[in-house]
């Protein structure tokens, strides 16, 4: 099981990275905050691609969580 979550997380490291990587960047560091659609600078056509790596990110957190209980678990077994 130690290591299925290994793949899993081996798996979303690596997607995240690549999601980030093949974003086009913004040019500006100004947020709008006026419209709800562009709170975060998202438009229309890199929706997708956030939205994707938003859910990476998160299973990325869940799964580091996950990795710590596990380890906790058998270190305190031992």
């Known amino acids: 099981m ?12 690596l ?6 990587l093949i974003q086009k960047t913004q040019g500006s560091s100004n947020i709008n905050i006026t419209n709800n ?4 600078n998202i438009s229309t056509k890199n929706e997708f ?12 957190l869940i799964l580091s969580i996950l990795q710590c209980n596990i380890n906790n678990c058998i270190l305190d077994r031992v």
């Open 49 to 60: 691609l956030t939205r994707l790596t938003i859910i990476c990110a998160f299973f990325f």
């Open 37 to 40: 659609k562009n709170l975060f």
């Open 15 to 20: 997607m995240l990275i690549f999601l980030i």
């Open 2 to 13: 130690r290591a299925f979550f290994l793949l899993i997380y081996l798996f979303f490291s």
